[in-house]
Structure formats: C-alpha cells, structure tokens
C-alpha cells in the first residue's frame, strides 16, 4: 500500500514537473534551436516562444537517436509532445527515427514530400503508418501554422518552405538579378538520390533568420540564388547535407552571408575540405560550431576550435551533447552554447 502511495505522488510530481517546465519553455519569449546529436544524421529542434515544437528530421532507425530526440523534447526543452515533424527526403538519416519516436512521444503533425512521381527512395510502410494527429504534403511557399503573441511589441515566428522536389517558389517581380554572385556559377555532376528532393526551410523570429537547406544538392541550390536570390540574407546557416561537398554550393554561401555556421556532421561524416575552406573563405562568417569533431586523418585542418564542437570522440564513447542556440525577445541578439564546453557566445542579428 505505501509502495503504491509513493508511485501515486511520485507520478504527481512528475507531471507537475513538466507542467513547470513547459510553461517556462512557453512565457521566456525566446526562441530556442537544439541541435541533437544523432550522429551524422540530422534532427534539428526548434522551440517557439508560444512553447510550440519544431523537429526538422528524426536522425536514423533504432532506438538510439529517437531516445535523444525525446529527451531533448520533455528534457531539454520541458515539453511534452512534438507538434511539427519536418522530414527533408527520404534518407534513414533523416526519416529513419521518425516510427520510433512515435512510440516515446505524441507527434501532432508530419510534413513531408508524401509519395510522387518518380520518387527514386521510398521510406516504406512504416514511416508513411506511424501514429501522428495529421499528415501533409508540403509545398514551395507553405508555412506552418504557428501560435504566435497577442502582445503587441511581440516579435513574430514563421517557418516557410522555400523549395521541395526541386520545385522553389517564385522571386518578387521587383527582386533585383543577383549577376555579380551568379557570375562564378559551375555545375557539379547530377545527384540522381532523393537529397535532390529536399525540403528547403527558412526560419524567421523578428530579425532573426535562419536557414536549413536538408540535403539539397549542388545544382539546385544554384536555383535558390540565381538568377535571383530567393532567400535573402541570414543570421545562422546549418551546413546542408552534414558539409558533402555535394552540396554548399559558394553562391549559397555568397548570397545568404550568414554570421555563424553550424555542421550536423559525424566523426567521421561531413566537414569535407571543399567545403569547410568555402565556410573559412566567407568573409561574414564569425564562427562555426559542429556536431562532432571530424575524426578523420584531414581533420588537423578541417575542424573549428575545439570549444565551438560539441561531440570530441567517436560513437561508442559519444556523449551526445547538444548545440543550443537562443534568440533574445528583442530579436536583436542570440546566443550559442555548448553547456558540455561552458561555451556561450553571443552574436547580434544582421536585422535591428
């Protein structure tokens, strides 16, 4: 009987707990960022100052990367669902946690490329069976359907899909040629995998802007620029496709001139030499953090300092530490930490 009593007020405490929790999560007026560490894969979560949940990518199958995924919802963040789950393509990097973490938590809303023509990877039954309260197909120009303030001196959040399936939305008929940029074009040889079909994202809080280009590949994201650039200029840029070269094209990098790169990079996967000499060369980049340190014999040269990587051994010693980034309710500054390094730098916002 006093066994049961002591559950019974444990369980209590708990939900009292997250109750807590989420209301902090809710009133800060911050938007936050988590980068989780799934190894090379990719989940990206974004916490809204109305508390609601952004997860871009579900990292890969197993257990493993779903497990971390949920702490840094219920944790982390204090929450107790996921409201919005963003699959980029159909890479088990990317989709592969997605049927798992169901199972540890409720997800309210999937979106993602749904099936279409001459898709060249399918996810399979399960992803497309997972339990979720909806499901959407998602398109050049939605956005997603955020809570946002009554205050009137609240800054705004939206979340827009630029491009997908290689599709990308249509320029303002006054944008001006970006010809000086466009002018360096080259091609890279075709990527015929399903990295090419990438959902491509830009988040905005107020002045503060960031982007999440999935996979997308080389050749297309020379559409996202040129002959106009689509996006604008950036606060934060996550390195596409974990640093391939595959991808970051330079005119990306040009065009958007973001202050502070982040890689979603593995030991041993991503940060490759074309591209973190591209990231080193943009002049408006401050600082770059990754994931993990590059473990690879070319890592004596393509690595950040040590205090900007979250993640210094492979994955078997891997403690799985986050990157958070915060943006003030101002919107003027945000914040990057690692807590496992004590690491916090702010930055100001290109917007004032």
Avoid at 137 to 142: M, Q, R, S, T
Avoid at 188 to 201: E, L, Y
Wanted: glycine share 8%; charged share 20%.
């Amino acid at each position: 009987m006093k066994n049961t009593i002591l559950k019974s007020v444990l369980a209590v405490l708990l939900v009292a707990s997250f109750a807590l929790t989420s209301w902090g999560a809710k009133k800060d007026k911050r938007l936050d960022i988590y980068w989780v560490d799934v190894e090379g894969g990719a989940a990206t979560l974004i916490v809204t100052p109305q508390g609601e949940s952004i997860l871009i990518d579900s990292g890969n199958p197993g257990f493993r990367d779903p497990n971390r995924i949920a702490q840094a919802i219920t944790k982390t963040a204090g929450l107790q669902q996921l409201d919005f789950l963003i699959t980029t393509h159909y890479h088990g990097d990317h989709f592969g946690g997605a049927e798992a973490l169901s199972r540890l938590l409720p997800i309210k809303a999937v979106y993602d490329n749904g099936e279409f023509e001459g898709m060249p990877e399918h996810p399979g039954k399960a992803y497309f069976s997972f339990a979720a309260g909806s499901r959407s197909v998602i398109n050049p120009g939605d956005t997603l359907p955020l809570a946002q303030s009554a205050e009137e001196d609240s800054a705004q959040v939206a979340f827009r899909c630029v491009g997908t399936r290689q599709q990308f939305i249509q320029p303002a008929t006054d944008a001006p040629a970006n010809k000086t940029v466009c002018a360096t074009a080259r091609e890279k040889d075709r990527d015929g995998s399903d990295n090419a079909n990438s959902v491509v994202m830009l988040l905005e809080f107020g002045g503060f802007r960031f982007y999440d280009g999935g996979d997308v590949t080389w050749n297309n994201e020379k559409k996202l620029v040129c002959p106009v650039n689509l996006i604008g200029e950036v606060d934060v840029y996550q390195v596409t496709h974990h640093g391939l070269d595959s991808s970051n094209n330079p005119l990306v990098l040009n065009s958007l001139l973001p202050t502070v790169a982040v890689f979603n990079n593995g030991h041993t996967k991503g940060c490759m030499p074309e591209v973190f000499t591209n990231l080193t060369a943009t002049k408006s980049i401050q600082a770059i953090y990754q994931g993990h340190k590059n473990l690879r014999p070319d890592g004596a040269t393509n690595n950040t300092a040590d205090d900007y990587i979250a993640n210094h051994s492979a994955p078997e010693e891997c403690k799985a530490n986050i990157i958070k980034l915060s943006v003030a309710p101002h919107t003027k500054s945000y914040t990057i930490s690692i807590p496992a390094n004590d690491h916090t730098r702010t930055y100001q916002t290109k917007i004032q």
